[in-house]
């Protein structure tokens, strides 16, 4: 998916970078059940709107990405909101070798996870539950399976608990609330879906 992204970022047509904060991200971190701020790794942060935001809360935040285009442009978002984050560019298939401290008690994936190819979505549960504390929640969002050419391939819900058993539990699974995306996607449903490290 990296060549797909890197051409979309290139020729400007990047319809998830609405740089919009999701609802179910706000319910964690100020609702009325949020959780106490920690470290969070934002997976997949491309521009870093999430990752800002985290760090504007008092979150200690890492946020990678396989790309330096949109690193480049969180970078400088940051450093004009005077917000810190750790940016890191590393293949999301490979976190433990990128030199990431484990212990992380947040884990945000909006849109990274179902991008993935099949072989590569047992390494990237791996990465992420060696880099996560015990009770740790991983917030995921995914679109439903679909046939789209170049568009992410999606995930359901049994693969993503059988992706996760046994280390993690699926806590909840919500509609996303957001504006339906540009493109082709826009009629594809949207699921969050919140899992605690066991």
């Known amino acids: 998916m990296s060549l797909v992204y890197r051409i979309m970022y290139r020729v400007g047509f990047t319809p998830w970078d609405t740089g919009e904060v999701p609802s179910e991200l706000r319910a964690l971190v100020e609702g009325d059940d949020r959780l106490d701020a920690g470290s969070a790794l934002d997976i ?4 870093g709107t999430q990752s800002l935001y985290l760090a504007a809360h008092g979150w200690r935040v890492t946020g990678v990405d396989d790309l330096e ?6 970078r400088a978002r940051g450093a004009a909101a005077g917000v810190e984050v750790d940016w890191v560019r590393a293949d999301v298939t490979c976190l433990p070798g990128a030199g990431l401290r484990p212990g992380y008690t947040l884990l945000l994936d909006r849109g990274c996870y179902h991008g993935l190819p099949d072989q590569a979505r047992a390494a990237y549960v791996h990465g992420v539950s060696e880099l996560a504390a015990r009770g740790a929640s991983l917030l995921l969002m995914s679109f439903a399976p679909n046939r789209i050419p170049a568009a992410p391939a ?3 819900r049994a693969e993503i608990e059988a992706r996760f058993e046994p280390t993690w539990e699926l806590c909840s699974v919500t509609n996303d609330a957001g504006a339906d995306p540009a493109g082709p996607l826009r009629n594809v449903p949207r699921n969050w879906y919140r899992l605690r490290k066991r």
């Open 154 to 156: 999606g995930a359901r």
């Open 69 to 74: 285009q949109p690193l480049r442009r969180a």
């Open 44 to 47: 997949g942060c491309g521009t």
